[in-house]
């Protein structure tokens, strides 16, 4: 028998989820209600937007509603309250979707790599920026008859609202039920944020099942600045469509599957723990509850969740997913760098067991752990300790037979000649270059670190060569080299050769279709550099504006086209051209503040 102490589904309102069974049918629904003793009753014309309509009575409550939708290929739709679970029993893992109605926010975060850091291929990232979306998800069942829901999206950055979207579930024309967005548009600086926006709603919607997004043709066709096909969506006629499958969440084992998930995506972190406290207790659940239990600042009971999971576990796969892991975070957050080494060893221990029996499984999670351990050595100081185990990350990933599949900063000793760069060790990081260049020759990126690192030692004739090496192999690689020879340029440049400076740059634009109009501006700074020191300053004017004119007010504010306004005004300024350096700084004065100003 069900539980007949649920709560009862509401018309219409905030204490719903709606799902999409991409698996069911509503003849199998109806059958395994009455299996479960509840009472079903069709509907003939209650809801006009739907087909084969039904509800579901449990002692004399409304359970569920219950409909088709689409033409070619029907989707179930349920709508219950949020807390009912009893539906679960129905529903098949991996094969629907749900969305809860009501008002929510969550945050969408953009993120840049850290520059030098790196984790066994994995790029470590550093928060750049943050969206806030507030989002309300409807229905019109008590206005209009309709069932299908809809979402009014806002988005804010600084408190700023900056873009607005309005996404229903269903594309009439291509008579499909999945997430479709209806309009889309930004204001002020929203045009920055549209991407990331973007790739926000879509991984939203991936983790709550969907499996595609489409866009009508009322945002436009062709599509304003072709920005949706560079987002990835294919065009049929006139609607584009998107695969979500990666964004899709792995289901958890099935006696945990919707509790475990709902825990995960939950925001409320004490509500989370709350919950995790009446599941049975088992390693899945412990290693959750110390995740988020680190997560809180609670790292003591962390580290006591952690070990009660080894305790009562000691066979446990949970070992590869993290307990040592987990327990070292929170050893670290306390200050107790040693006892987080212990657990960074027992980690090491294992992997390298594990390793050796399935070196492709396992070596992302023993490099890690190598990294890891190096990284609380370097902050404590144990700078040699910290460097050998980097030593020893290269020479495993030489002998790995997936070695070619990586590129420059995906190795490890990518990481190895920053580490060493870092602690003024130059010359041991040439010979870190040195080595890999022995046994791969044509990888361009290490021959960049040996540059970087000759430059530090102020060996700049030898680093001229190294950027020959490098132009040559992106030559036969056809990748667009327009940064290296600005790089040589500016080598060039300090060594005081400014004609060969220009020779270098006059090579580039021969040779190079560029593509990226950054790298282009570099190129033409360097130009203008040389020609300044060569008193050419007409030319060196003429190359500036090219910076500028390539870029527009919004994509100014910095890097080289910032720096070619204040180079044009100290031109002008020294060469007496006094009324064009008062229009200049006017100019320069609507693009930048006061305080950049001041040394101009």
């Keep these: 028998m069900v539980d007949n102490k649920k709560h009862e589904v509401e018309p219409s309102g905030e204490n719903i989820r709606t799902i999409f069974d991409y698996h069911g049918d509503i003849s199998s629904f109806i059958d395994w209600a009455e299996e479960k003793s509840m009472t079903v009753k069709k509907l003939e014309d209650e809801y006009q937007d739907v087909s084969d309509s039904v509800k579901v009575y449990s002692a004399g409550k409304v359970k569920f509603v219950a409909a088709e939708k689409g ?18 029993d129905y529903l098949e893992r991996g094969k629907f979707a749900q969305i809860n109605h009501g008002k929510e926010e969550f945050t969408i975060r953009a993120f840049d790599v850290v520059p030098g850091w790196y984790m066994g291929g994995q790029k470590k990232y550093s928060k750049r920026t943050k969206i806030i979306a507030k989002c309300e998800i ?87 600045s072709d920005f949706w096909r560079k987002m990835g969506y294919k065009f049929d006629i006139d609607e584009g469509c998107k695969s979500l499958k990666k964004y899709q969440l792995k289901p958890l084992p099935k006696w945990t599957d919707k509790l475990c998930a709902e825990i995960v995506e939950m925001e ?14 088992n390693d899945q659940t412990r290693l959750l509850k ?46 107790r760098h040693e006892e987080a080494i212990k657990c960074w060893d027992k980690n090491i221990k294992h992997f390298e067991k594990v390793f050796k029996n399935d070196s492709k499984r396992f070596w992302g999670k023993f490099a890690n752990s190598l990294y890891d351990k190096a990284r609380v050595l370097e902050e404590i100081g144990r700078y040699d300790e910290s460097i050998k185990l980097y030593e020893k990350l290269v020479e495993i990933e030489k002998a790995d037979k997936n070695y070619s599949d990586q590129y420059g900063s995906e190795h490890w000793w990518w990481s190895y000649v920053n580490k060493l760069n870092g602690l003024g060790r130059h010359e041991e990081a040439l010979k870190v270059c040195d080595d890999v260049i022995g046994y791969d020759p044509t990888e361009s990126a290490i021959w960049e670190q040996k540059v970087d690192t000759l430059k530090k030692l102020g060996r700049y004739e030898e680093a001229l060569k190294c950027w020959d090496k490098v132009i040559e192999i992106e030559v036969k690689n056809e990748n667009d080299y327009t940064y290296y020879y600005a790089s040589k340029a500016k080598i060039l440049n300090l060594l005081g050769r400014h004609e060969e400076a220009l020779k270098c740059v006059d090579e580039a634009n021969t040779s190079v279709g560029h593509d990226d109009p950054v790298e282009e501006a570099e190129l033409f700074f360097q130009k203008s550099e040389a ?23 919004t994509e100014i504010v910095d890097g080289r086209p910032k720096d070619a306004w204040k180079r044009k005004a100290r031109l002008l300024r020294d060469s007496g051209r006094h009324e064009e350096y008062k229009k200049c700084r006017e100019e320069m004065k609507k693009l930048f503040s006061t305080a950049e100003q001041k040394y101009y």
């Design 531 to 553: 020609l300044d020191r060569l008193a050419r300053y007409e030319e060196a004017i003429e190359c500036l504006d090219e910076i500028i004119k390539s870029f527009n007010d």
């Design 268 to 281: 409320d972190q004490e509500k989370q723990i709350e919950l995790l406290e009446r599941l049975p207790e």
């Design 290 to 335: 110390a995740s988020i239990l680190n997560e809180l600042g609670d790292h003591e009971e962390a580290i006591e969740c952690c070990d009660r999971t080894v305790e009562q576990f000691p066979y446990s796969t949970r070992f590869d997913e993290g307990v040592q892991s987990v327990k070292a975070e929170a050893l670290e957050k306390l200050g």
């Design 71 to 88: 033409d070619f290929r029907d989707v179930l739709l349920i709508r219950t309250s949020k807390d009912d679970t009893t539906v679960d």
């Design 138 to 224: 409807f229905d019109m069942a008590d206005y209009e008859e309709q069932l299908m829901p809809d979402t009014n999206y806002k988005f804010y950055h600084d408190k700023k609202q900056v873009a607005t979207m309005f996404l229903g579930y269903w594309n009439e024309e291509m008579t499909d039920v999945n997430p479709t967005i209806h309009s889309f548009d930004v204001e002020g600086e929203g045009e920055e944020y549209k991407k990331m926006i973007i790739r926000g709603v879509e991984e939203r919607l991936g983790k709550q099942g969907f499996k595609k997004i489409w866009i009508t043709n009322y945002i436009g066709y062709p599509p304003p």
